[in-house]
């Protein structure tokens, strides 16, 4: 072989060697970003970020909280794994989380879409329509439920609008759970019956949906007289 051939043939070894040892590296993405929408001030809430790297390097996480709280890199994490952290906000507002991500090799991605959280006290939402019989008598006692959902998971109390007397506050009941009370039709009518709902800090929801509710005499009797 010629030496100019064997130079050749070296010079191709090397090229092919190095092109292989020099693998150009890739930042990782960025970070996907999960947690709460809604949080009462003080209480402590949990993200996830969560970001791949192409070279399968571990990842390092910075979160930008939105609240002014000093930009840190995490510890590293394995590609694809999930970091959580939890943050506290101590006063209301709409706070904007995002992140980045780097890789063992200092590459770094560009920041994440943002999440919002809004922080503050919120009253109940506005309760389901009362349910319960609708064709009554006068002097007997009917049964009477109500629900509402508070958005920040807080206990509920409700008042009942009977078509014709407010009733008093009933007792707190967790969110989402049926409230039951029993009411007595004294006279003759069409009463339109609706709730709201009040939270342990006196916040007070919308009126509800109106639930139709016709009283009839117990034995026979003249026709009805129209109330609510």
């Not at 996480?61 to 000093?70: F, I, K, Q, R």
């Not at 009977?162 to 009463?191: A, E, N, R």
Request: charged fraction near 15%; aromatic fraction near 12%; proline fraction near 7%.
């Amino acid at each position: 072989m010629s030496k100019l051939l064997r130079f050749a043939v070296v010079a191709a070894s090397l090229m092919a060697f190095g092109g292989a040892g020099c693998k150009k590296n890739s930042a990782p993405d960025a970070p996907q970003v999960q947690g709460p929408s809604l949080a009462k001030p003080g209480a402590t809430l949990t993200f996830g970020f969560t970001s791949t790297d192409p070279d399968g390097n571990d990842v390092w996480y910075m979160v930008s909280w939105g609240d002014g709280t000093p930009l840190e890199w995490s510890s590293g994490r394995p590609s694809g794994g999930q970091y959580v952290q939890t943050h506290v906000y101590p006063d209301s507002g709409a706070y904007f989380i995002k992140a980045k991500a780097k890789d063992s090799n200092e590459a770094e991605s560009g920041w994440s879409d943002s999440i919002q959280v809004a922080v503050g006290y919120l009253p109940p939402n506005t309760p389901f329509r009362p349910s319960g019989p609708t064709t009554c008598t006068t002097g007997v006692a009917y049964t009477y439920s109500a629900r509402a959902i508070h958005p920040l998971g807080d206990n509920v109390a409700f008042q009942i609008y009977w078509g014709d007397t407010l009733g008093d506050w009933g007792y707190m009941v967790p969110s989402g759970d049926l409230y039951t009370t029993t009411h007595v039709f004294d006279t003759l009518g069409t009463y339109m019956i609706a709730v709201r709902a009040r939270d342990e800090r006196g916040l007070v929801s919308g009126w509800s949906d109106s639930l139709k509710v016709t009283v009839g005499p117990t034995h026979g009797g003249s026709g009805l007289e129209p109330h609510g």
